[in-house]
């Protein structure tokens, strides 16, 4: 049992990268990874919301919307947890960390609306994991979604005053850096 959770957190996590794979999150991935310590901070954010978000939606499918034949309120039920999550989220950092609440803005309320929140919900569901399982899925997209915002963010400090093209500045730049990154993510496939 724990060799199968540990195969499912690194396929999470690297293989089946929810960014660089399955290209879910893509609004926080591009737009908070100027800096490695917002990145990182955000990446904590996203940890704890998929992970127990994972948690609280695999309890309340099982118990509640399997048992009293509601399966067709799922998503809505996820994206209710989701949200009251994320608010606990933005009240903690907004008391006991300002500067990365204010280093977030708006996307730490947009968590809420990241699909790879709701998408990792709703893909233990569709696998039919257990409970655990679906919790180390959730920690280990959850971290795989960490790895690359901070590796991205990296990337963009180290080469932000470089010398491009004009048409590769900015933008350009960083989209074609996020593509070598899913290429290098994807030789992850061979240990599969």
Known sequence: MVGKLFLVL?????????VLSQF???CPFLGVSKSTKTAAGMGGAVVFVITLSSLVSG???????EKLNLQ???TIVFIIVIAFLVQLVEVFLKKAVPALYKSLGVYLPLITTNCAVLGTALTNVQQQNDILTGVVTGFGTAVGFTIAIVIMAGVREKTENNDYLGCFKGTPAVLMTACLMSIAFYGFNAFA
């Open 24 to 26: 879910l999150g893509i």
């Open 59 to 65: 309890i309340l499918y099982k118990f509640v919307l």
């Open 72 to 74: 067709y309120l799922t």
């Open 10 to 18: 690194i396929t999470t996590a690297l293989i089946n990268n929810v």
